[in-house]
C-alpha cells in the first residue's frame, strides 16, 4: 500500500455498486459512494432502483460471498424476520416436463425484499470509516489528466448549502446545485443500465463499446401479500415455468421478511401480465399449475400491481476496447444486464466483487495503488469471463422463443438445446438430475457441471431405457 493516502470513487449506491466498495476497502483508505438518491429511512422503493418491488432472488451462491463479505449477514436477515429455504425441498417447481421431485440439498437461503437487503448491506457498509456515502448527487462526467488516458476523478452535481437551508425551511428556492470536482485514484461505475459511461468516454476521445442486446419481450407484473400472525403457505416458496415454445406463462411466489410474500407473474414474447386486479388474477389462474392461484385467491393484497417491462439481455462490450484509460472500471448493470426471469443479477455482482477484488490484490503485489497502469483493461477483460456463463445461460433460454430479437443460436447452443431438452425432461422423475441443475441455476456450479460424464451418462440412460426382454 502507499503511504499517500488513497481514494476510490464507486458510482451509485445499489447493490453492485455497494459490494464492489465493500471490497474496496480492502485496498484504499477511503471509499466514496455517489448516489443520485436519497436514501429512505425504512427499506422502501427508490427511484433509481424501479424494479426493486419485484422478486429478487439471492442465489445460494450469492448467499455464500455477501456471508464472506459481511460475516453474520444471513443471521441478521434472519433476525429481521425472513424464513429459511431449502430450495430443492421447501419449493415445489413445475419445470417444463412437470413437477420436480423434493430433494435434500445445501441450496439454503433467507430470501428478502431487494430493499431489506439493501438497507442490511449499506448499514454494514456505513459502520466502516473507510466508506462515505454522497447522496442526493450526480456524477455528470470524469475528469481525466490532460492526454486522456488516466481518470483522475468525477465531477459531481449537487444541491448548493442554500438549496439545502431553502427546502428545509420550505422555501421556493430549493433546487439549486453545484458542480464540485473529487479526485480519485480508481473510479468504479455502478451506475447500472442508464451508465453514462460510454458518452463519457467519447468526449474523451474513445470510442464506444460494441453492445449485444438479446430481448425475448418479457414483462412482469407483481404484488405484494400479507398473511395473518397465525397463518402460513403450505409451501414457503413456489414456482411455476414457462414451456417454450408455447407456453408463454409463468409465476413465483416468494416469501419475504415479516410473514410477507411476493407475487410476481411473467410473460414471455409480449404475453405481459395486466395490472387491472381481475385480469391478474385471471392470469395467476392460467399458469400450468394452480397452487400459486390457490395460495393468494384469498390473500389479503397490500401494495397495488406494479408492472416492470425493460428487461432484456444487454452486454456492454468493454473488454473488447482496444484503447481504454487507466484507473476506471465498470461492474454490475453497466456493464451486462440480464433477463431478470432467472435470478442472476445480485449473485453476478456478487461474484464480480470477489473478482474485483482477486485483481487488486495481484496488482497490488508488484506496484502501488496510485499508479495502476493497464489495471482497467486487464480487469474487464477478467470480469467478462464471470459474465460469460450467466450470459450464455440466460440468452440460450431466450433463443428459444421465436420472437427473440438480437441474433441467432450458434451451432454449440442449438446442440446444448438438445441436450438441455433432455435433461429438463427427466428432472421431474429423477431427484438426481433435479439437484444437479438446480446447483447451476443457483450458481454453486458452472453450467459445465451438467456435461460431466456422471451426470450425462444418467441423463441419456434414462432417455434411451433399455427394452425388457420376453422370454419365448
Known amino acids: 500500500m502507499s503511504t499517500v493516502p ?18 474496496l476497502t480492502n485496498h484504499f483508505d477511503k471509499v466514496t459512494i455517489v448516489e443520485k438518491d436519497t436514501i429512505p429511512e425504512n427499506p422502501d422503493m427508490r427511484p433509481g432502483v424501479p ?21 453474520g449477514i444471513q443471521q441478521e436477515l434472519a433476525n429481521k424476520g425472513t424464513p429459511t429455504i431449502h430450495w430443492t425441498r421447501d419449493c415445489p417447481f413445475v419445470t417444463p416436463s412437470g413437477l420436480a421431485p423434493r430433494v435434500t440439498s445445501d441450496l439454503i437461503t433467507n430470501p428478502s425484499s431487494r430493499n431489506l437487503l439493501e438497507k442490511i448491506i449499506r448499514q454494514r457498509l456505513l459502520k466502516d470509516r ?3 456515502f454522497l447522496l442526493a448527487s450526480q456524477a455528470i462526467c470524469l475528469l481525466s489528466n490532460p492526454d486522456n488516458t488516466t481518470v483522475i476523478g468525477i465531477q459531481v452535481s449537487k444541491k448548493s448549502e442554500a438549496s439545502n437551508f431553502a427546502y428545509a425551511h420550505n422555501h421556493e428556492d430549493d433546487n439549486r446545485k ?23 468516454l467519447k468526449i474523451m476521445g474513445y470510442n464506444p463499446p460494441q453492445q449485444t442486446v438479446i430481448n425475448s419481450f418479457l414483462g412482469y407484473a407483481s404484488r405484494w401479500y400479507q398473511l395473518p400472525g397465525d397463518k402460513t403457505l403450505s409451501n414457503k416458496a413456489m414456482m411455476v415455468s414457462a414451456k417454450p415454445p408455447v407456453i408463454k406463462r ?32 385471471d392470469f395467476t389462474s392460467s399458469l400450468r399449475h394452480p397452487m400459486i392461484y390457490e395460495a393468494i385467491k384469498d390473500a389479503h393484497p397490500i401494495s397495488p400491481i406494479y408492472s416492470y417491462r425493460r428487461t432484456e ?44 477484488d482477486a485483481s487488486l490484490q495481484k496488482e497490488l503485489q508488484s506496484r502501488k ?18 459474465i460469460s456463463d450467466p450470459w450464455l445461460m440466460a440468452t ?63 441423463v441419456l440412460k434414462n432417455s434411451f431405457p433399455q427394452k425388457k426382454l420376453v422370454g419365448k
Request: contains cysteine.
Open 6 to 23: 488513497t481514494h476510490a470513487i464507486v458510482i451509485g449506491g445499489s447493490i453492485a455498486g455497494m459490494l464492489a466498495a465493500r471490497v
Open 130 to 132: 473507510k466508506v462515505e
Open 178 to 200: 453545484i458542480n464540485i470536482n473529487i479526485k480519485a485514484d480508481l473510479v468504479v461505475d455502478a451506475s447500472g443500465r442508464n451508465s453514462q459511461a460510454a458518452k463519457w
Open 51 to 71: 424494479q426493486s418491488l419485484h422478486v429478487h432472488v439471492l442465489l445460494t451462491k450469492g448467499q455464500q460471498i455477501l456471508e464472506k463479505l459481511f460475516p
Open 396 to 458: 440460450s433460454e431466450d433463443f428459444r422463443w421465436e420472437i427473440t430479437e438480437g441474433g441467432k443460436p450458434s451451432l454449440i447452443t442449438k446442440w446444448m438445446y438438445l441436450y438441455m431438452d433432455k435433461v429438463i425432461s427427466q428432472m421431474a422423475i429423477d431427484s438426481d438430475i433435479y439437484k444437479s441443475f438446480s446447483e447451476v441455476m443457483h450458481m454453486v456450479q458452472p453450467p459445465s457441471y451438467l456435461l460431466q460424464p456422471t451426470v450425462m451418462l444418467r
Open 313 to 356: 439481455n444487454r452486454w456492454n462490450h468493454y473488454e473488447k476496447l482496444s484503447r481504454f484509460p487507466d484507473n476506471f472500471i465498470l461492474v454490475g448493470d453497466a456493464v451486462c444486464a440480464f433477463n431478470p426471469v432467472y435470478g442472476q443479477g445480485m449473485t453476478t455482482a456478487a461474484l464480480s466483487a470477489l473478482t474485483l
Open 250 to 281: 409463468g409465476g413465483v411466489l416468494y416469501p419475504i421478511e415479516d410473514n410477507k410474500f411476493v407475487l410476481t407473474l411473467a410473460g414471455i414474447a409480449k404475453d405481459y401480465p395486466p395490472t387491472d386486479e381481475q385480469s391478474f388474477l
Open 369 to 386: 495503488v496510485s499508479n495502476l497502469k493497464g489495471f482497467s483493461r486487464r480487469f474487464q477483460k477478467q470480469l467478462s469471463k464471470v
